[in-house]
């Protein structure tokens, strides 16, 4: 899966440029911490998580991918995800919104056409349901119940429909840990809107200055902390440039293991 995403940043360049949106190569991290006591945030009381690419590997389709499309699964990987950003951002330019489900139907659609793959309906429903179990980066558990532990809320905030949501929540285990799971389609827009990270602070009841949004992807911890949040990157590949739009996170970590250091008393 290391190569699949790595790979991926070439394959966004050429299908997502136009875009302006794309989400890095990720590599699976260590579990060594990266946070130093002088770089501690006082007064953080909830954190809000993104979804797809910093809780839940959306790479992890590959290999159903290639089973299914042998020689051609790392391909349609790349190029499904590309479209799933690319339409959630130009679906929220147009006005025309649809939820995330069929947002990522109409990539993996897409995909299959333009690598002239014959996605039957069974097919299809396969590719589809295995978003319901996307499996959970290593650092994703430990890390969350380091943060419940020292008492601060939990929370998803995600372009993802509520039922693709609970599903991959239940299936890596960490829906006990969650305070809420908070989906765009209460308002009915995509990230990088900045009424889907206001609506984080209102589900959670807390001010900008004590949320703390993580993510991988630099554009969205871009679109958090153009909004006023306090944000936390999460590296997932040593040397990543961050985006260029002029908003930096607050911090810059490797793993989520790395956050409870940070906000420690």
């Not at 840990?177 to 009841?205: C, M, N, T, W």
């Not at 902390?225 to 590296?235: D, N, R």
């Amino acid at each position: 899966m290391q190569a699949d995403r790595r790979d991926f940043i070439k394959a966004l360049g050429a299908t997502a440029a136009c875009a302006g949106t794309g989400s890095a190569a990720r590599v699976v991290p260590s579990f060594a911490s990266a946070a130093q006591p002088e770089n501690r945030l006082e007064g953080i009381e909830a954190f809000a998580f993104d979804a797809y690419g910093t809780l839940f590997d959306v790479f992890s389709v590959t290999a159903l991918c290639e089973e299914l499309f042998p020689g051609s699964g790392t391909a349609l990987a790349q190029v499904w995800r590309a479209k799933q950003l690319q339409y959630s951002l130009l679906r929220s330019l147009m006005g025309r919104h649809k939820d995330f489900w069929l947002v990522t139907e109409d990539a993996l659609v897409y995909g299959s056409k333009s690598l002239g793959l014959d996605l039957f309906p069974a097919r299809r429903e396969r590719l589809m349901e295995a978003y319901l179990t996307l499996a959970a980066f290593p650092d994703v558990k430990p890390g969350l119940e380091a943060l419940k532990n020292q008492g601060v809320k939990l929370a998803i905030l995600s372009n993802g429909e509520p039922r693709m949501l609970e599903a991959a929540a239940k299936s890596a285990g960490i829906d006990t840990l969650l305070d809420a799971i908070i989906s765009v389609e209460e308002i009915k827009i995509f990230k990088v809107s900045p009424r889907v990270y206001h609506l984080g602070l209102e589900r959670l009841q807390v001010s900008r200055r004590a949320l703390g949004f993580v993510s991988s992807n630099s554009w969205d911890i871009n679109g958090a902390a153009s909004a006023g949040l306090t944000t936390f990157w999460i590296q997932r590949t040593a040397g990543e440039p961050p985006e260029e739009l002029g908003f930096a996170a607050s911090r810059v970590v490797a793993a989520i293991t790395d956050l409870a250091p940070l906000v420690r008393g």
